[in-house]
């Protein structure tokens, strides 16, 4: 019955189709309420260590239940109390009943509130940037191996001058890569909340210390110690300041837009049929069109890195509406925006890896695409090679402008090929050079120096960032609904 009931209820599909074990457990509620009952036993042990009345054995009792935690009874609690963390301080003293008297002392309810959400946000930050750097070193080597391949280059998606298949690609790289140290310098500012009290002055545990502020400030340092973090917020209101929330938030939001511009990128290249992402054997692209060969994996980045995107809203809106020292219109928000961001991050991210993973290139449908435009782009080096041969630059540039009208009519209205080369081959006036045409149009001195920005750019940006996570590198991903 019960899980036939689980059907009968909103289920968000962040969770129940497309996020990763370790992210969903990140912000789950086991995750968050073993987190408090974590930071209540490191209080009580930086309490007891400077003074207070705490014995081993509450702090033994305390430890043996840190992770048998009753949701009902707390369920059950909350409803009666209205408040969610004295629910789980009764449920967690029900257990521990020795215990009961000192947890919780002299904390505010965000004690544990704030301080687990930023250990989730630091977790969460740990868990996507090796993500992260897998697809950037997956477009690396997809971009070494095609950075001679030409291409079309487009701009205004109109075509433009050649580039490279692996110089576009390095094009994506160096977004991602701004965004890795986007992530790292977000990660690395974050700071513990610590043991501040109600309105962030320290008062209950000045109190509790008998006004011995270096005992305050040392319970502060243990704590934050304890949980991993290197530095406290030296002044806080109730909370921390909800502008953290728009740092981490910001930075994900920015890689959504990557993502988005990366993977619609891929979607246009796969209408060209120049690329494609993988696709399975009994992969069915179309319904109704069984011919079809759908770019879905990208269009469910975009479809993601959107909401990505617009979860940045919330972590703007709920800083500038904080009043004073803190009010609790931000609680119903950050429970959903927060998660959502990690979440939807560390989807989008799983996603792109297991593309780049497997893009396919198609060398022939590119290079039919050059030859459909190589003659217009080339029609310059022509004068050149006639003028040095002897010609007149003008009369040159006239015929070229007169068979270069007529082959765009070919193309345009009879919707024929670009025969420009070959009604070059056919006029007198270019015998002269007939015998450099061919080197004239070979698509690799239309790329300029993009093989060579290729390989200095992941020799001096790409494989430096990446060397943190080299142990990180194999895994792979294998996307599951």
């Not at 400077?50 to 239940?65: F, N, V």
């Not at 965004?179 to 977000?186: E, F, H, S, V």
């Not at 217009?376 to 007149?392: D, P, S």
């Not at 960032?465 to 609904?481: A, F, G, N, Q, T």
Request: charged share 25%.
């Amino acid at each position: 019955m019960e899980a036939a009931d689980e059907f009968a209820k909103y289920r968000s599909p962040l969770v129940s189709r497309y996020a990763s074990r370790e992210m969903a457990y990140n912000f789950s509620d086991r995750k968050k309420f073993s987190t408090w009952r974590k930071l209540w036993i490191y209080l009580a042990k930086a309490e007891k260590a400077l003074g207070l009345p705490i014995t081993d054995a509450q702090i033994q009792e305390m430890e043996s239940h840190a992770e048998d935690i009753d949701f009902i009874m707390a369920a059950e609690e909350e409803r009666k109390l209205r408040h969610d963390v004295m629910a789980h301080v009764h449920t967690f003293a029900h257990c521990c009943p020795s215990a009961a008297p000192i947890i919780h002392l002299g904390a505010t309810s965000c004690y544990v509130g704030d301080n687990t959400d930023l250990i989730m946000l630091r977790d969460g930050f740990d868990i996507l940037l090796p993500r992260l750097a897998r697809v950037i070193d997956r477009l690396a080597n997809f971009a070494e191996k095609h950075a001679d391949l030409p291409t079309l280059g487009f701009t205004h998606y109109q075509p433009a001058q050649l580039t490279t298949v692996g110089k576009r690609a390095c094009l994506w790289l160096q977004d991602l890569t701004m965004d890795m140290r986007n992530l790292q310098r977000a990660r690395g500012d974050l700071r513990f909340r610590g043991v501040k009290g109600t309105t962030g002055t320290q008062a209950s545990f000045l109190q509790l210390f008998q006004g011995d502020h270096d005992k305050v400030e040392e319970l502060d340092r243990m704590v934050t110690e304890m949980a991993g973090f290197k530095k406290a917020y030296l002044v806080t209101g109730q909370t921390y300041s909800r502008k953290v929330d728009i740092d981490c938030l910001s930075t994900l939001a920015s890689l959504g837009a990557t993502v988005h511009k990366i993977c619609t990128d891929i979607r246009l290249l796969a209408n060209l049929k120049e690329i494609e992402e993988p696709f399975e054997k009994e992969q069915i692209g179309s319904s109704a069109m069984p011919y079809k060969r759908n770019p879905m994996r990208a269009e469910r980045c975009c479809s993601l890195a959107r909401h990505l995107v617009a979860l940045i809203a919330d972590p703007l809106q709920t800083a500038s509406v904080q009043w004073l020292e803190r009010t609790l219109d931000d609680s119903a928000n950050r429970r959903i925006s927060l998660p959502e961001s990690f979440l939807t991050a560390d989807i989008i991210l799983s996603t792109l890896q297991n593309i780049t993973e497997g893009l396919v290139v198609y060398p022939k449908v590119i290079e039919r695409h050059i030859r459909h435009e190589l003659p217009f782009m080339a029609t310059e080096n022509i004068i050149m090679a006639m003028v040095k041969a002897g010609g007149n630059r003008q009369d040159c540039h006239e015929k070229i402008r007169v068979l270069s009208q007529e082959a765009a009519a070919v193309v345009k209205q009879e919707g024929g090929d670009n025969d420009l080369l070959a009604r070059v081959q056919r006029d007198p006036y270019f015998a002269p050079i007939l015998s450099q045409l061919d080197a004239l149009l070979d698509p690799k001195t239309f790329i300029g120096r993009a093989p060579q920005q290729v390989t200095r750019f992941l020799s001096e940006e790409v494989h430096p960032l990446l060397e943190p996570y080299k142990s990180r590198m194999d895994v792979k991903i294998e996307l599951e609904l």
